[in-house]
């Protein structure tokens, strides 16, 4: 199943796609925080980085499934296979925005 995604989400999304580290870390404010595997990055540069170092690492693809709003989070849920333990795996992106970028990401499965 298809689902729109708009804004920073979409654009994030759309950046994964493509494996733009710097492109998904413009969809981000400048203090945002990533929460992904136990680990935190703190502010553009940081989850540049984060992005960079995944897909230099992995190569997977994400078709978000199922979209979802919990109080001020928007919970994608994406189904994610590629060449990583545990493959394949749905996992829950919870994005909380600030204005039009993405303030907030903690992705769990």
């Known amino acids: 199943m298809?689902?729109?995604?708009?804004?920073?989400i979409g654009?994030?999304?759309?950046?994964?796609?493509?494996?733009?580290a710097q492109a998904i870390a413009e969809c981000f404010?400048?203090?945002a925080t990533v929460i992904d595997e136990g680990n935190t990055y703190t502010g553009r540069d940081a989850i540049r980085r984060w992005m960079?170092?995944?897909?230099?690492?992995?190569?997977?693809?994400?078709?978000p499934f199922d979209i979802a709003q919990d109080g001020q989070r928007t919970i994608v849920t994406s189904h994610l296979?590629?060449?990583f333990p545990g493959s394949p795996v749905d996992l829950r992106y919870c994005f909380v925005l600030r204005g039009d970028k993405i303030a907030e990401l903690v992705i769990v499965p």
């Open 29 to 31: 404010t400048q203090d």
């Open 11 to 20: 654009a994030y999304f759309s950046a994964d796609k493509k494996g733009n």
């Open 81 to 83: 296979v590629g060449n």
């Open 52 to 63: 960079a170092n995944a897909s230099t690492q992995y190569t997977y693809t994400a078709e």
């Open 2 to 8: 298809s689902i729109e995604l708009l804004g920073a």
